[in-house]
């Protein structure tokens, strides 16, 4: 018999959670709405009460998520599990996580709470979440740590009080696959109720173990997996979806479960999210990484001349890539160019976003011979400007000269002001970035100048990611033109406008919790 496993997609979430990688309301809803077609299960949008944006963008993909089920995480709080249970009641279907940490050292450091208090926070969190869905998941925050009586006990009682999910977090990434797979059976074996819930894993990447401790997890008899798109996550990330998916695909003869994800839809995803949050893919990364189905060797080369599976374990069309281009350009309709974007995933639901991205198609095969996906995935997910937005690029003029100092000068929006700037700097984007902030003075620090060629070839338009850090905030901004110094300019402000976003509250990190009644 074969199982079906739940694939539990955190990337709005704990991927948003990676320094800098916080995303837009309309970000949001692009990102889960391509998850719902890559075949996600549950979707977590976020933390509700994180902050008001945060709240106001899980809404928002509650009202746009038809089949995936929308998940909002929460404290064991009154506050928290009300916020969730509000920001998610648009969903068809609706989930709220609800966690408290269950480690000695959580406990005693971080929540100040005795072990009794804790069991009935989680009870009491359970039960109130059931007053908004019969979807409820507890969690017990690094668990990996925790001891196993108490666990058993705990979750016991969440059972009991009607959670339909238990999740057992390797929080740290502590653990190694074949501890972790222990820990999940012993808790399966030995506790009352377990065979009337699901059980779940989440684990992170510290020593590089979170996708063998999820994969240990399943083979133990986990059913759901917690993951994100590109092992995004905070400190070292999560365990990548990708691998984990591809993993119980390709490996069916130890994994007797099967997901489902549209697999196709893989490699599309992986660039949305990067071209979104900023966080380049490594040529490395399985699956989705440039050099996963590239062979350099000639004894490899002549092996999958011969027969693919020599030296390939999957076909690289499987998960979405493909050599294809398209043969679009400045006469092409407007019809062929939204099929396009159907047939690589990308929808378009209203005239209006048709009409502006087909401008910017238009645009771009004025001034480039040929067009790539790729391309037109950029077109969609654009810069990350909005109307709404603080900083908008207009024109930038800009002069190198050998033996000369580069000069640029930038006009750019300042809340809907027009406004100028000209400097002199080291190089062209450095020039570009002193003439931005001698206007808007944001007293930020550049971390982090990231460029990557979308397509290849001296056409291809550059992605530029600018890493700005200010009082403790860290914001990723990003920006793409076939200019890579216009591409800077709009990385720079896309990264201010992230800094004037209002501050997220990080639940882990929270030492503050407030008892339910």
């Known amino acids: 018999?074969?199982?079906?496993?739940?694939?539990?997609?955190?990337?709005?979430?704990?991927?948003?959670?990676?320094?800098?990688?916080?995303?837009?309301?309309?970000?949001?809803?692009?990102?889960?709405?391509?998850?719902?077609?890559?075949?996600?299960?549950?979707?977590?949008?976020?933390?509700?009460?994180?902050?008001?944006?945060?709240?106001?963008?899980?809404?928002?993909?509650?009202?746009?998520?038809k089949k995936s089920t929308v998940c909002s995480l929460c404290r064991s709080t009154?506050?928290?599990?009300?916020?969730?249970?509000?920001?998610?009641?648009?969903?068809?279907?609706?989930?709220?996580?609800?966690?408290?940490?269950?480690?000695?050292?959580?406990?005693?450091?971080?929540?100040?709470?005795?072990p009794e208090k804790v069991v009935e926070s989680a009870i009491k969190a359970v039960e109130l979440a059931l007053n908004y869905t019969d979807d409820v998941e507890f969690s017990a925050e690094d668990a990996v740590r925790s001891d196993i009586d108490f666990l058993i006990n705990i979750f016991e009682k969440v059972i009991k009080a009607g959670a339909k999910t238990i999740n057992v977090p390797d929080t740290v990434g502590y653990s190694y696959p074949n501890q972790w797979g222990k820990r999940i059976e012993?808790?399966?074996?030995?506790?009352?109720?377990?065979?009337?819930?699901?059980?779940?894993?989440?684990?992170?990447?510290?020593?590089?173990?979170?996708?063998?401790?999820?994969?240990?997890?399943v083979a133990a008899g986990a059913r759901q997996v917690e993951c994100t798109i590109n092992g995004l996550g905070e400190r070292a990330g999560n365990a990548s979806l990708e691998e984990i998916?591809?993993?119980?695909?390709?490996?069916?003869?130890?994994?007797?479960?099967?997901?489902?994800?549209?697999?196709?839809?893989?490699?599309?995803?992986?660039?949305?999210?990067?071209?979104?949050?900023?966080?380049?893919v490594q040529p490395n990364k399985a699956i989705v990484g440039a050099n996963a189905f590239a062979h350099e060797s000639g004894i490899h080369q002549d092996g999958v001349l011969k027969h693919r599976e020599t030296y390939e374990i999957m076909n690289a069309q499987d998960v979405g890539w493909a050599t294809n281009r398209i043969v679009l350009g400045k006469l092409s309709?407007?019809?062929?160019?939204?099929?396009?974007?159907?047939?690589?995933?990308?929808?378009?639901?209203?005239?209006q976003q048709l009409n502006e991205a087909f401008g910017r198609f238009k645009?771009?095969?004025?001034?480039?011979?040929?067009?790539?996906?790729?391309?037109?995935?950029?077109?969609?997910?654009?810069?990350?400007s909005s109307a709404l937005e603080r900083y908008?690029?207009?024109?930038?003029?800009?002069?190198?000269?050998?033996?000369?100092?580069?000069?640029?000068?930038?006009?750019?929006?300042?809340?809907?002001?027009?406004?100028?700037?000209?400097?002199?700097?080291?190089?062209?984007?450095?020039?570009?970035?002193?003439?931005?902030?001698?206007?808007?003075?944001?007293?930020?620090?550049?971390l982090l100048f990231s460029v990557n060629s979308i397509t290849n070839g001296t056409e291809a338009q550059g992605e530029v990611t600018m890493r700005l850090s200010k009082s403790g905030r860290i914001v990723n901004g990003v920006g793409s033109?076939?200019?890579?110094?216009?591409?800077?300019?709009?990385?720079?402000?896309?990264?201010?406008?992230?800094?004037?976003?209002?501050?997220?509250?990080?639940p882990h990190y929270d030492d503050g919790i407030e008892d339910l009644p």
């Open 78 to 114: 009154t506050k928290d599990v009300k916020a969730a249970g509000e920001a998610i009641s648009a969903a068809p279907n609706r989930r709220i996580h609800t966690f408290i940490a269950t480690s000695h050292i959580h406990m005693e450091k971080k929540l100040r709470m005795s």
């Open 392 to 446: 908008r690029l207009l024109t930038l003029f800009q002069t190198s000269e050998t033996g000369e100092a580069p000069k640029s000068k930038v006009v750019f929006f300042d809340g809907g002001i027009e406004v100028s700037s000209e400097s002199t700097g080291n190089g062209p984007v450095d020039a570009t970035v002193k003439a931005i902030e001698l206007l808007v003075n944001s007293g930020s620090d550049l």
């Open 481 to 506: 033109d076939l200019d890579i110094v216009v591409a800077s300019a709009k990385a720079y402000l896309n990264a201010l406008n992230r800094l004037e976003s209002e501050p997220r509250l990080n």
């Open 363 to 384: 645009h771009l095969a004025d001034r480039k011979t040929e067009i790539f996906d790729e391309d037109l995935q950029t077109l969609i997910t654009g810069d990350g």
């Open 1 to 65: 018999m074969v199982d079906k496993l739940i694939v539990f997609d955190t990337t709005l979430r704990d991927g948003e959670q990676s320094p800098g990688a916080s995303m837009t309301k309309d970000e949001k809803v692009l990102i889960a709405k391509q998850l719902e077609r890559l075949g996600v299960d549950v979707i977590e949008a976020g933390f509700a009460a994180a902050s008001q944006g945060d709240s106001e963008a899980i809404t928002a993909v509650a009202e746009n998520i």
């Open 333 to 351: 309709g407007r019809n062929a160019f939204r099929k396009r974007l159907e047939d690589i995933g990308l929808r378009i639901d209203s005239e």
């Open 186 to 217: 012993t808790l399966i074996q030995r506790t009352n109720g377990s065979e009337n819930v699901t059980w779940s894993t989440h684990c992170h990447n510290d020593l590089g173990m979170a996708v063998a401790n999820s994969l240990s997890a």
């Open 245 to 280: 998916v591809m993993a119980v695909k390709v490996r069916s003869d130890i994994f007797k479960c099967t997901s489902s994800i549209d697999t196709t839809q893989i490699v599309p995803t992986s660039r949305l999210v990067s071209q979104i949050t900023g966080y380049p």
